[in-house]
Each structure stands twice: as structure tokens, then as C-alpha cells.
């Protein structure tokens, strides 16, 4: 079961990666047209704004792919010398934190949406964009990568408590360069 909900994971959060990737790539574009506009002495204007809000969305949502994909950033000193139980408590221990921190960023960004809906909040800038319009997709990359943290943080705890380490481990598990060599 725990298989299928993280492969299910996967599936979907390469597809956002891909999307997400697709948005980066149009942002460049559009921030390159304005650079070479400007140079015949014209502009689309508003792009370093534009890109910004692009950037705020592609890093929510990139969070929950990069989660899958065992690249956050952890320290490893002691659960490298931990046995297989130990190493599975660290990694549980760390994804706990992880999920509980993630669900409190994605709790307190949902003011910061509600306020703009309420106010129709628009951006102090030339371009004035409307600021859901914006923060509406931030908001929701922030829960999706919670909703994945909880779901993989489940599904590892099931792992270990079958007494499948190694499943868990390469669920959760954090590797070294020198593990990611052989």
C-alpha cells in the first residue's frame, strides 16, 4: 500500500515538476524578449516583478518533487552510524520535523491569501497585479508539499513499524555523495 501511495506521489509530482519546469522556461523567455526589447529602446516592463512572482510559485510547488526525490539538504553524522533501526528513527525523526514545519508555513501563508482577498490587494508596482492572482498558486504549492510530507511521513512510519528498513530508507532516507558514488 505505502508502494503505491509513494509511486502515486511520484507520478504526480513529476508532472507538477514538468509543468513547473514548462512556467520557468516561459518566464526566461519572456524576461529575454525584454531584454533585447530594451535594447531597440522599448520594453514589456514589469518583468523583474513577473519573475519574482514566477520564482515564488515554481519554489512551492518544486518543494514536494524535490521531498521525492530524497534532495533536501540533511546532516548525516550520526545516523551514518546508526544500525538499520537507528538510521530508520533519524530519518522518521527528521521527516516528522520537516512535515510539521512545512504545515505550519503552509497554516500561516493562508492569511497572507485571505487579507488579499479580502482587500483586493494589488501590488505596489507599475503593474499592479492583483495579489491572489499571485499568492492564490503559492498558497497552494505550500499545501500540496504539506499534504505530500504527510502522506510520505505515513507511509514510512508503516514501513518501519513492518520492519521494512529499507523501503523506509529509500523513502526518506538521506544519502551521502559517497553513497550516491557506488
Not at 525523526?93 to 492569511?111: D, E, G, N, R
Not at 492583483?130 to 504527510?150: D, E
Amino acid at each position: 500500500m505505502e508502494d503505491t501511495l509513494l509511486r502515486t506521489l511520484r507520478r504526480l509530482n513529476h508532472g507538477i515538476a514538468l509543468l513547473t519546469g514548462i512556467l520557468l522556461i516561459l518566464c526566461a523567455a519572456v524576461v529575454l524578449a525584454d531584454i533585447v526589447l530594451r535594447q531597440v529602446g522599448s520594453s514589456f516592463g514589469g518583468t523583474d516583478e513577473i519573475s519574482g512572482y514566477v520564482m515564488a510559485i515554481a519554489t512551492s510547488w518544486g518543494m514536494a518533487f524535490t521531498l521525492l526525490e530524497l534532495g533536501h539538504v540533511r546532516i548525516d553524522l550520526l545516523r551514518r552510524r546508526a544500525g538499520r533501526l537507528g538510521r530508520a528513527l533519524f530519518d522518521l525523526f527528521s521527516m516528522a520535523v520537516l512535515t510539521v514545519t512545512i504545515t505550519l508555513i503552509a497554516v500561516k501563508c493562508w492569511p497572507v491569501l485571505e487579507r488579499s482577498l479580502a482587500n483586493s490587494s494589488r501590488a505596489n508596482t507599475p503593474l499592479e497585479t492583483p495579489l491572489a492572482w499571485v499568492q492564490t498558486p503559492w498558497f497552494l504549492g505550500w499545501v500540496w508539499f504539506a499534504i505530500v510530507a504527510w502522506l510520505t511521513l505515513i507511509a514510512a512510519v508503516l514501513m518501519v513499524v513492518r520492519g521494512r528498513f529499507d523501503a523506509a530508507e529509500e523513502a526518506i532516507g538521506c544519502f551521502g555523495e559517497e553513497d550516491m558514488a557506488q
